[in-house]
């Protein structure tokens, strides 16, 4: 039985940068707070915890007055820095550069005028994040039917969360595009027909779908590694899933079921964005010691 882990799985360059940045700061004597968990990945925060990095909530920083906290790569909300200035709070910004980059598109557009449409999951941290740029006038859709909520009236422009999946992009710009077409056969309003649709799904997500759906054909069963919380580990899982029924998804080794490697030659282990590199070598290392022996004795 051979068991590969897919070269192009792995943390993407906003999150390698955000543990950096935190390692870096830890390195000092000082404590050091996460706002919100740094990374989806229940086992890569217990690694860093280990060195002396502590999560807490947006509600607790009257907790950490004066001390360090640490944006982590979804980033935050104009509340929350607002709020930290207030608490004499120094601030270690490790969101991503992309992120920042939606986040100054969608403040200008929401200062020009213009209704904010959100393509994405409302209760991510870095949605929230969006959201505060719009004072949280932003309507956020996560469906097709979502687009029920949006005003036609408005000039429009529509932004997505970078970690959500093109295709439903792309047909909620059409029904959008299309509802608001219609509308101006309808009325006089000059002013609807403006839509902006920019495509905001990072090419770290984006560019691995086809990558994703290669490995998991090329392969007899595909061992996903994620933490459940992980947004972009479900979008992924998804792609594997549909490409290779016989896809399983694991948080750690302890997961790892003994039946799915039953008549298998080629085993896949590939995981989210947030999925360290150690721990798919971890999951490797299972796999060989744990089944390979018991499957090539029997
Ligand atoms: S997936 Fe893209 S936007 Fe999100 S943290 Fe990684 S590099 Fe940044």
Redesign the pocket.
Known sequence: MNVSIDKSSGF????VR?IEIAEQELSGADDLYSLGDIIHNPMEIHRLGEKGLKTISVGELEKVTGKRVLIR??GEPPSTYRKAEELGITIIDAT????TKVQERIRKFFLDGYQVVIFGKKEHA?VIGLLGQTNGEAIVVKSVEDVEKVNLDRKTVLFSQ??MDKPTFYKIKDELQKRIKDLVVGSFEDEAIEFHAKDTI????SGRDARMREFAKANDIVIFVAGRNSS?GKVLFEIAKEANPRSYFVEEGAELRAEWFQDVENVGITGA?STPQWLMEQIKTAIEERFVPALTAG
Do not use: D, F, K
């Open positions: 993407c360059w906003g999150v955000a790569a979804h991503c550069p992309v992120v870095e970078t970690t990072c090419g770290q997500v972009n964005t």
